[in-house]
């Protein structure tokens, strides 16, 4: 059974505070993906990586940075936490080639008090 | 760019009756359109996939296909139940990035018993 967990389903952080999102996936995928959802916004993509080491920044890349030294671990990073980052945080993965089914995690809740 | 809607945005029906949710998008250059279903806070589930060569996909009550000159998918939903509630999204996925998904805003779906 395919999985793709996250580390933290909720999270509360302080304004300022550095912040890791982590997302780990057991199918020896290569691409993986982190999104944010926010009502009336919908789902849109923050970074993506097609490989280890690599990154391209997505739609709204602005006050993230994300980590992959890992090809099973794709990790988030708030650098300095703020309240308009409250949100839900997805990740997602999907073998590279001919793009099948993507596989998303459960989520994480982030609140910035 | 490729723009995904959906409607509905939201949907009430009683026990029982069939039902289509509906999805558009703007570029037909893509490799797949992925259903998903949403609980509230909690991650997605892929209900179904249809490649961009496929014209439809059947699991149990769900059909889905796809009209990618007309640039439309629908979801149909037979006999529908109270376990059905929940928000369902639709996602194409592009030919140019690298598996990055394209979400729509989802339809709400309430089950009524």
């Known amino acids: 059974d395919v999985k793709v967990t996250q580390s933290s389903r909720y999270l509360v952080k302080r304004t300022g505070e550095k912040v890791f999102l982590e997302c780990v996936q057991d199918m020896d995928h290569e691409n993986m993906f982190w999104y944010r959802q926010d009502p009336g916004l919908g789902l849109r993509l923050i970074y993506f990586s097609y490989d280890v080491k690599m990154k391209e920044k997505g739609d709204i890349p602005e006050g993230y940075s994300v980590s992959r030294e890992k090809k099973e671990r794709f990790s988030l990073i708030l650098e300095s936490a703020s309240t308009n980052q409250t949100s839900m945080y997805l990740c997602a993965s999907i073998g590279s080639g001919v793009y099948n089914e993507q596989f998303f995690g459960p989520g994480t809740r982030l609140t910035v008090l | 760019k490729q723009e995904v809607t959906q409607i509905p945005a939201a949907l009430s029906v009683p026990e029982g009756e069939n039902l289509v949710l509906n999805c558009s998008f703007t570029d037909s250059a893509i490799y797949n359109l992925q259903w998903f279903r949403q609980d509230p806070g909690k991650g997605l589930t892929s209900l179904l996939l249809i490649q961009s060569s496929q014209r439809e996909q059947t699991s149990g009550r769900l059909n889905a296909s796809l009209d990618k000159s007309s640039g439309r998918s629908t979801l149909y939903i037979a006999a529908s139940q109270p376990g059905d509630s929940a928000t369902y999204l639709c996602?194409?996925?592009?030919?140019?990035?690298?598996?990055?998904?394209?979400f729509g805003q989802g339809t709400e779906l309430s089950v009524k018993p």
């Open positions: 996602a194409v996925c592009l030919v140019s990035q690298g598996g990055k998904l394209i």
